[in-house]
């Protein structure tokens, strides 16, 4: 408790002091949802609420003996008894005259259900009679379902033996009628009704004889032998449902107040008959004046909603249905209330007649078996709407005045509201759901409910499958045909819910027209941009991989209306245009045409550099599907294609990883368009790749990264990097720490022996690196970035007229380029795209048949051997040209009208066989169009390669960016509610923050004097390069060569080591923790010019890459590859490279980078792109960088000993405001205070450590410390140097110049002494000291112990 109140104290005390120290404002940078979430779509749930098998009842047949006038011989009737069957009383009239009109009265009952259906009366039939006619009603309803309604009243009860009774043909005798030959009649599906005594029976015999059936199929089946098998047997009897009156050992009730027939009133009138049982009931009292005639006169037509009887119809029927799908398993719900809607109409009546019929001791029975209904409370809802309606009977009778309409409906869309509002996550579904359905009928609360069914759909995909599975769909299909403006927002809100959730409805939408709602919404300037995006997602469901819906949507006029979206200032919007715009043209080429009209892809071109990656990525997904149709290609689209291609290599460098993965991907497309073509380069590459030896970047420079790409400025400078090791080996399986916690880490070298570094492929014989799908690759890593390296300065002949600089060649180089990609998954997809057409232009230049077709069958993929062909062909000797490769040699067959190389050939033979792992694709077009026919023995073309590329890759980008609108999008996201835990979790970190602050402050105020107390010393895998304290926790980083080691210095112990993932001959060269004050990330750089951003570490969990990119493109090769221990002893200047130096502002979340270039480039981490390249002026590297956002200035410390100061908010010409030179030397640290006031302060080799004044041409303060400094750290707060020697020392110093500490010996260790100074840190708050040498110890100093 009491650190608590420490913490709010010095919360207090702080903001007084440091307003501007205020974490809650600062932003985060990489923790969008693209950082922390795979790019991929959601699972897809598996939707159960479309009716797989709609069914109609067709044919009913009505059955029934009453034999009026004669009782059954086993039923004594009581006196008075029921008696009206139908509501007719049989005795008011003749027998034969009362049995035709009850048959013609059920006939109009069953009729207001399912007008449509046969109707055939069976009047007290013999057994021919009844056999005759449902053999005729089966024959003629085929596979739909048939009803059949039996009424028992005039004959006895079913038998224990499973008969019911019909007559003899002179009505002298009662004949047995076996359920077995009628299910025989029948037959399924069928649905069956039985009025009458102990119907239960019939029930239970039924199911008997069904399951005796599926028995007799079972054993004719496994036994055609058998007497059984040669029977025509009937069919199973699964799909027939029953309902029947009352158990099997129940009478049905006898009171003279109730119609006879109580259990077929309830089923076809229902309205009627509980109106009069309401009557019957005590409570009807309470409603005086209210009498059995009256309700008799209730006004109106069952089916118009607005008048008395209708209304009551209308709630009645939403009521049933409410129960049904509170009570009923989902399944069984589907099956009997959405499936037909006779059998819907009688399954709701009969949850009435359990109701009424229970009050009198009798229980009817169904198959399927329903849960009891009969207590639910919505049954009270129906008594007061019952009550209420009644109540204004006698006035709106005898007086005519106007009804007053229900409040029912208002009412429950009230409880679902409240539900809405006051539930929490994890609850059972709301009750009133199929009410709110219901009401969507009603043009009165139609808004209002529209409205709470939106809520409800945002709650997640669960409720759009609720709301799905009650049936909201045809509703919502029909409401598209309102022409009212004020339903607009939320249809098109609901649809985005439900088709974000179902793609699948894209059909129904364009069947019924429901595309042109969404356009003219899409059309409408007026709406707001929320909704146009929501309209434009819509459509790109509809034209997802649906030609109709393509079809559809391009008549509709959809290109020109994205086209004209493109700009707008709402940046969801832009990306769901431009993703609509991919979908509406691939593989469809009228769109595409229709693109090419309107300029569409000049037009997209202005997105390629939009300040949202996710809008840059859904501009190259547009492009990419713009080049990657397979129709016929004529010169014109094929030089749109080129400039397509060149405007997206532009984006080789971006910033963000989702972006270029989308950039492999649409290069790939145009890779599949002009296959021959690039495998041409590609052979070209592998040529010049064999005859040039490439000099290791060990020990020479490599000018030839240099040479820009001439006559393309749109390409950037490519740089070099050497063979990257599968980082997937070793950091997703933690194989690698585990290896490094178990070394003996006393053995000198060991850790330099078993350095993740070493773990990368390196000897020629294992370069062929496993991808993530265990496919062997022909290229390996090492190959493709020794080719990168020949193309950049070999003279490339060119072989064909495919000229050095086309299109192709700049293409392939910029894939080779995303091939050492710092974020794996971009260069495992670059890898699979070069190895493809590695892949194929090996085979087309095989002389011999090396696969034929027997060798690789569809069901096995290719031996190791003959992969082993590839490999060693592709290191091997030069393929010769032969015969069979025309698309190499001059006798490729060319159309009178194309003469220019550029454009494909229109057919390129290969060696017979399927290339290894095609099989897995599905063959679905041809790799070329054929031209003329060639002979057989050319072979068959591996077409399923084809689409190994285009099957294989896909970023999953467009999946993953609807999931957005399947999640909840009005809640308050977790951040910003102040009781959740993420927010709780944040506060406490602040506070930590502010504790840090205050304390450390105190300390550094008092002034130190002196700071040579060791309070850590640990052994290091590697030899430390470059150490960084977190600014808040008791962490520390320390990188050395490749890897990163954590290290908690409190307890002196170690919390994590992995592999950063840069290639051998590069190292770290800088780190920094983005997010220090929150959630901690951690950026490394390397020398070759990559930036990695790390999260997960030093907390059990795996680490994970978070991001990478390529900061500068083009460094200036340096002697990287030799070990930092020996570059120590070096002079500084001479050894030539300061890697790469990094400088990050939290405040406005900008990364300064530079290091062996002759630019300042700064990043927008925010944006993820390059914002400013400021020139530096001068001939050599930048080794220091230090800014200041408040003044917006960074200071540069140079190698040849000059510091420049730069203002960012000039231009690149005048930003240059001023240039130190007092240095003589290398100038190891500039570091410019972040006060308003804040000199500059830097230190060169010689130990010289001068005091600017930015607005002051010269130093205002000079010092001299020790020479021969290797590294050197200034503390932000306390004003303290340390400088570290290669002469074993360190130097503390203070602001004066005095030495406050010498540093030589470690403590303990009988007084060791210290290793040559590899790295030293400060720690942005306490007074510590982070030391790491060559020995690899890595100790942490700090001021005495009283005094911390």
Partial sequence: MKMDTDLLLSTLGLSEEEPDMNDWELPLAFMKKRHSEKIEGSKALAQSWRMKDRMKTVSVALVLCLNVGVDPPDVVKTSPCARLE???????????????????????????????????????????????????????AKEERVLFHYNGHGVPRPTVNGEIWVFNKNYTQYIPLSIYDLQTWMGSPSIFVYDCSNAGIIVKSFKQFALQREQELEVAAINPSHPLAQMSLPPSMKNCIQLAACEASELLPMNPDLPADLFTSCLTTPIKIALRWFCMQKSSKLVPGVTLDLIEKIPGRLNDRRTPLGELNWIFTAITDTIAWNVLPRDLFQKLFR????VASLFRNFLLAERIMRSYNCTPVSSPRLPPTYMHAMWQAWDLAVDICLSQLPTIIEEGTAFRHSPFFAEQLTAFQVWLTMGVENRNPPEQLPIVLQVLLSQVHRLRALDLLGRFLDLGPWAVSLALSVGIFPYVLKLLQSSARELRPLLVFIWAKILAVDSSCQADLVKDNGHKYFLSVLA??????EHRTMAVFILAVIVNSYSTGQEACLQGNLIANCLEQLSDPHPLLRQWVAICLGRIWQNFDPARWCGVRDSAHEKLYILLSDPIPEVRCAAVFALGTFVGNSAERTDHSTTIDHNVAMMLAQLINDGSPVVRKE?????????????????????????????????SPANTAEPGNL??????????????????????????????????QNLNLNEEGAPAAFSPGNLSTSSSASSTLGSPDNDEYILSFETLDKMRRVSSYSSLNSLIGVSFNSVYTQIWRVLLHLAADPFP????????????????????TRPQRILDSGSLTQSAPASPTSKGTHIHHAGGSPPMPSTSSSSLTNEVPKPPTRDQPATRPPYTPTIGGQAPHSHQFPRTRKMFDKGPEQGAEDGDEPCGHRNYISATLQTGLCDWSAKYFAQPVTKIPEEHDLQSQVRMERQWRFLRNTRVRKQSRSITQRGVSRLDDQIFINRNPGVPSVVKFHPFNTCIAVADKDSICFWDWEKGERLDYFYNGNPRYTRITAMEYLNGHDCS?????????????????????????????QGLSDMLPTTRGLARRVSIYLDRSKQGGAGMVVDWEQETGLLMTSGDVRIIRIWDTDREMKVQDIPTGADSCVTSLSCDSQRSLIVAGLGDGSVRVFDRRMGPNECRIMTYREHSAWVVKAHLQKDTNGHIISVSVNGDVRFFEPRTPDSVNVLQTVKGLTALDIHPQANLFACGSMNQFIA??????????????????????????????????????????NDYYMSIYSTEKRLR
């Fill in 707 to 740: 040479t820009p790409v001439r006559d393309s400025p749109a390409i950037p400078r490519l740089r070099s990097v050497n063979s990257y090791t599968n980082i997937r080996a070793v950091t997703t399986a933690r194989n690698l720490n585990k290896s490094l």
């Fill in 1081 to 1109: 990330l951690l950026l490394t750089a390397t020398d070759d010019g990559a930036l990695r951003v790390w999260k997960n570490f030093a907390d059990q969990k795996n680490p994970e890459m978070v991001t990478a990119w």
């Fill in 339 to 342: 499936q037909d809607l006779l």
């Fill in 86 to 140: 139908c509501w007719i009383d049989p005795l008011s009239m003749s027998p034969q005259k009362a049995l035709e009109t009850i048959g013609a009265n059920l006939q109009k009952q069953y009729e207001n259900w399912q007008p449509r259906a046969r109707y055939k009366q069976s009047l007290d039939p013999t057994v021919d009679e009844v056999k005759k006619l449902c053999t005729s009603l089966r024959r003629n």
């Fill in 825 to 844: 998954e971009v260069s495992d997809l670059a890898m699979k795209v070069l190895n493809c057409i590695a892949y194929k232009a090996m085979m087309n």
């Fill in 1292 to 1333: 503390l110093y203070n602001a004066s110049g005095d030495v406050i500490s010498n540093i030589k010996y470690y403590d303990g260790f009988m007084g060791q002494r210290i290793g040559a100074i590899s790295c030293l840190a400060f720690h942005p708050h306490w007074p510590h000291l982070a030391v790491g040498s």
């Fill in 524 to 529: 409408d300037s007026y709406m707001p941009a």
């Fill in 663 to 695: 950039l492999v991907v649409a290069l790939s497309h145009l890779v599949v368009q002009y296959e021959s073509n690039f495998c041409t380069v590609a052979l070209q590459f592998i040529e010049e790749e064999k005859n040039y030896t490439v000099p």
